[in-house]
């Protein structure tokens, strides 16, 4: 039986798909000059492999600026990697727009964004972002987490409910048109991706096929004012540190209705009803302090649907495997709620 470090090593970023030492020192040089003089370059003093690896290729670096003072920088790379997941993702050039463009005018945002650097021969993108020294994944918290878990989980959704009125009235800004939108077709190829992995479960799942045939059951998510929302919004994308939470990787950013990050906070078994609810209450006062629209509980039961059909559809291997058996209950659940089937 493997160790749990054992695992966790394996999980970590290849070296081979992080930089040498003269190209990091390079990059990195280049995207910390503010004044583009260069006059002298960054030191490494360490470099480290978070536990965990992300949809890219990351590291933790250490380094001496020019002026003396020491810094730890998260990066990220492309690294020749892509992951697209069917227009539902970015890749690393996204992110750093998103970044940019949407979280940079945020004045208490973090993790900050400390600079970008793109190879001129290969196109390649570095993005350079402020480590979270002692900060940990919301869904690792051990101590005291019976009562720092709920905790950060309803700081986490007034966060997000915040965030979600503010940026409702962004939707004709020009500066975010890069952004994806979920439309009609976006939410339809989810489903009938579902559809086709599925077949060895359609005796089983005999709604399925009109579930997935029909438009309804995302109606609710397009009557809905879109927003910018996180994508992925789980909470192994939020770190928690003291009584502060962070938002990071933001590849999945879309306009598109907020109760899908609402609906992916909450998602799993692992959270107690009571838990969700909070939440729930949490989100309702931060984006509507005048009390959530009729048809907030009709747009989260499919977002939850959407959340389903989405990691159903990502793989043929995910939709049949037996971890998988549960998002189909639930999405029969939801259907029979909102009179689908």
């Known amino acids: 039986m493997r160790t749990r470090n054992a695992i966790r090593s394996i999980l970590k970023t290849p070296v081979s798909l992080l930089p040498d030492l003269p190209t990091l020192t390079a990059r990195l040089t280049a995207a910390l000059d503010r004044n583009g003089y260069q006059e002298r370059p960054v030191k490494i003093l360490r470099r480290d492999l978070p536990p965990f690896m992300s949809t890219f290729p990351n590291e933790i670096v250490t380094c001496q600026l020019p002026d ?69 994944r919301l ?49 339809r190829g989810w489903a009938r991706r579902t559809l086709e992995f599925s077949r060895p479960l359609h005796g089983r799942f005999s709604w399925l096929a009109k579930l997935c045939e029909a438009d309804e059951w995302f109606a609710p998510l397009l009557e809905k004012s879109p927003t910018v929302i996180h994508g992925e919004f789980y909470a192994k994308t939020i770190l928690v540190r003291n009584q502060s939470v ?29 838990v969700v609810r909070q939440c729930e209450r949490a989100y309702i006062h931060a984006r509507w302090p005048e ?24 793989r043929p291997d995910w939709t049949v495997r037996e971890k998988s058996l549960s998002r189909y209950d639930h999405l029969g659940t939801a259907a029979k709620r909102l009179g689908l089937i």
């Open 291 to 314: 009390g959530a629209p009729f048809s907030f509980r009709h747009s989260l039961d499919a977002a939850k649907m959407y959340l389903h059909f989405r990691w159903l559809g990502e």
């Open 139 to 187: 869904s690792d918290i051990v101590w005291k987490r019976s009562t720092r878990q709920p905790q950060a989980m309803a700081q986490t959704a007034r966060w997000i409910g915040r965030f979600h009125a503010a940026h409702q009235r962004r939707i004709g800004d020009l500066s975010l048109a890069f952004l994806k939108r979920y439309d009609a077709d976006y939410y």
């Open 246 to 274: 962070f938002m990071v990787d933001w590849e999945s950013a879309a306009f598109a209705a907020g109760e899908i990050d609402l609906a992916a906070l909450t998602e799993g078994k692992h959270w107690p009803v009571p």
């Open 68 to 136: 003396g003072r020491k810094r730890r920088v998260f990066i990220k790379y492309q690294a020749g990697q892509s992951h697209n997941s069917y227009g539902h993702r970015g890749d690393i050039p996204y992110e750093t727009e998103v970044y940019r463009r949407v979280l940079q005018s945020l004045p208490d945002f973090r993790p900050k964004c400390l600079g970008v650097h793109a190879d001129p021969s290969s196109g390649d993108i570095s993005l350079f972002l402020e480590y979270l020294y002692g900060s940990v």
